[in-house]
């Protein structure tokens, strides 16, 4: 099972960027996708997650900024990010969590930073 992060980097205040998680070795269908962060010092926080079905939720500091969806034919997570602040600043993981065997996968993380 593979879940590859990318589309992290460097932006500044306002701005956007887009996460993408490739899933592999798992039915892709068959499991919750979620979007989590760390931030230096602070312990990893769920960011939003999505049902296989496309039900989504945020936490709420980032509702309205930042957007969930799934591609179920490409095997594939997203998220948008937009209005960006320097306080989203961490190391953003993408997560399956399978809705009937619960198994959980992470992938390696990618670091988006928010600076001038």
């Known amino acids: 099972v593979q879940l590859v992060e990318s589309g992290g980097g460097l932006v500044q205040p306002g701005g956007s960027l887009r996460l993408s998680c490739a899933a592999s070795?798992?039915?892709?269908?068959?499991?919750?996708m979620g979007w989590y962060r760390q931030a230096p010092g602070k312990q990893r926080e769920l960011v939003a997650t999505i049902t296989s079905g496309g039900s989504t939720n945020y936490v709420d500091s980032v509702k309205g900024r930042l957007f969930i969806s799934r591609d179920n034919v490409k095997n594939t997570a997203s998220l948008q990010m937009n209005s960006l602040k320097s306080e989203d600043t961490a190391v953003y993981y993408c997560?399956?969590?399978?809705?009937?065997?619960?198994?959980?996968?992470w992938g390696q993380g990618a670091q988006v930073t928010i600076s001038s």
């Open positions: 997560n399956a969590r399978g809705v009937i065997s619960a198994r959980e996968y």
């Open positions: 070795g798992i039915t892709f269908s068959l499991y919750a």
